[in-house]
């Protein structure tokens, strides 16, 4: 009786690998995408912080009108950008989830044919041990002359 091997097992190691590999891949481009996200906000935040100080002002000049129209300009053109970032950073992450999701599927295909050779050879030991069980007490009753010829 030989103890179970999985003659794909360091295939199915690399698998391993691939998928945390995969993993990691697709948590840094989430992280990439939500840093985009929070550019964004921390942006909104800023412009309705630079609108209120302007109309809550008891007293706007001409400069504070013109440094709100500039600063208006930036923060669209730097929602743009940012826009076009998250776009293309979305499209990366959608790409790499569906790698991720192949990577884990063929990890998945060699876990259960680890599984079911394992339940296959666990039932051919199992066999084997009954038989082998069965002849040492036939050879036990023969040894003691109890079997008939």
């Known amino acids: 009786m030989t103890s179970f091997r999985f003659r794909l097992e360091r295939v199915l190691d690399w ?6 590999l995969a993993e990691a891949r697709f948590r840094r481009q989430a992280a990439a995408l939500a840093a985009l996200d929070r550019q964004r906000a921390s942006l909104d935040a800023a412009s309705i912080r630079a609108e209120m100080s302007v109309r809550d002002a008891a007293r706007v000049e001409g400069l504070d009108l013109a440094a709100l129209d500039g600063f208006r300009r930036y923060a669209a053109a730097r929602r743009l950008a940012l826009a076009a970032a998250r776009a293309k950073a979305k499209a990366e992450l959608d790409t790499l989830q569906s790698a991720m999701l192949a990577a884990r599927q063929r990890l998945r295909l060699l876990e259960r044919l680890r599984e079911r050779r394992q339940d296959e050879w666990r ?6 041990l009954d038989q082998l069980a069965a002849e040492s007490h036939l050879a036990r009753l ?8």
Do not use: M, V
């Not at 039932?123 to 084997?128: G, I, S, Y």
């Not at 023969?142 to 010829?149: D, E, H, I, M």
């Open 123 to 128: 039932e051919e030991f199992d066999r084997e």
């Open 15 to 20: 698998r391993r690998t691939e998928l945390s």
């Open 142 to 149: 023969s040894a003691a002359g109890r079997l008939l010829p």
